[in-house]
């Protein structure tokens, strides 16, 4: 008996990622993923999130621990700078995304990376959220993502993974052409 | 002489807010900030992003410690599961922000907070960012947030104070109307 070793480049076991896809090609509705999270308040500007389960794959999961993440503002703005900003999580979101996504595409077509990182920056003006002028959007004007990009190809072959990443990016997508956001206030 | 205490509501500064609000009225280039993250990729889906420094007021700022937060996908996704996802970052972005603005808004109304949560859900397909299909977005197709708010004030005015937090929210605007994203390959 022999038995095929899972191959794993870049950390990714692509083996169960092309066994995941298919998958999901034959049931589609184990694509349906359901994400949550519960922010609790603690003073002025300073808040923590919880994140813990998530519905997918036909059902509920729990993360292997709930995970926390604190936003605060900073001094500047009037608050304690016990964490990062709300607007900088947001960027957080969008390079670990693209970073998550190049890793696995690299891996899919068999590309050996060295190092990657993603320098996100976003313009903002604040007279938005401040109430100062309401011809100021309150969010970001221009956000622009850098990558370095080193690994077993050619400059070109790796600047398509970077491209890749964006064409498949869920964060990507939501921050370039919008999604339906509803607030609500629980009568109880 | 005496001195007149600083008010301090929901651990809100309200007299420093209203005076950096007065400023900035005044002087609208100190509104002009830029907000920055550095997204390193660990392995596999697994990265860690530095928050440090960023630009606003007038002036280069650092926060009082560097941040780090982590993203990962789930296993089911075929990650290690050693962080949440970025996905769930982007909703923590979101909740986070409408706390942080809610907190400020009350303090600003004289209202003082009990306790305020808001959870956030996320629907998406992934048979978008999986490829498998291009009639299905790569982001969310729909999020919700429901907030449930206590504090010193008729249930109606508590809910005007999460109204006025969408309203002034930099995360909910980019998130419901979009924003220009660049993603370039440095070639260096």
């Known amino acids: 008996m022999t038995t095929t070793p899972t191959r794993a480049l870049n950390g990714v076991d692509t083996d ?8 999901v090609r034959n049931q589609p509705e184990l694509a349906r993923f359901q994400f949550r999270t519960s922010t609790e308040w603690i003073s002025g500007t300073h808040n923590r999130t ?10 509920e999961h729990e993360h ?12 500047v703005l ?10 900088e999580h947001l960027l957080q979101a969008l390079g670990s995304c ?4 190049l ?16 320098r996100v920056e976003g313009d903002i003006d604040l007279r938005g959220i401040l109430g100062i002028s309401d011809e100021v959007r309150n969010g970001f004007q221009d956000i622009r993502v850098t990558f370095h990009v ?14 890749q990443a964006r064409d498949r990016s869920a964060v990507f997508d939501v921050l370039t052409h919008g999604v339906p956001v509803t607030v609500d206030v629980a009568t109880a």
Chains 1, 2 share one sequence.
């Open 16 to 23: 169960t990622l092309f066994a995941t896809i298919d998958a």
């Open 78 to 87: 009037v608050g304690q700078d016990d964490a990062p900003t709300p607007a």
């Open 98 to 101: 693209l970073t998550s996504g």
């Open 50 to 59: 919880t994140i813990g389960g998530f519905h997918g794959a036909g059902g």
């Open 150 to 163: 080193s690994g077993a190809a050619e400059a070109e072959k790796l600047a398509r993974l970077v491209h």
């Open 103 to 118: 890793a696995n595409i690299a891996a899919a077509r068999g590309i050996e990376l060295g190092e990657v990182t993603a």
């Open 64 to 75: 292997k621990q709930s995970y926390t993440v604190d936003a605060d503002h900073p001094a």
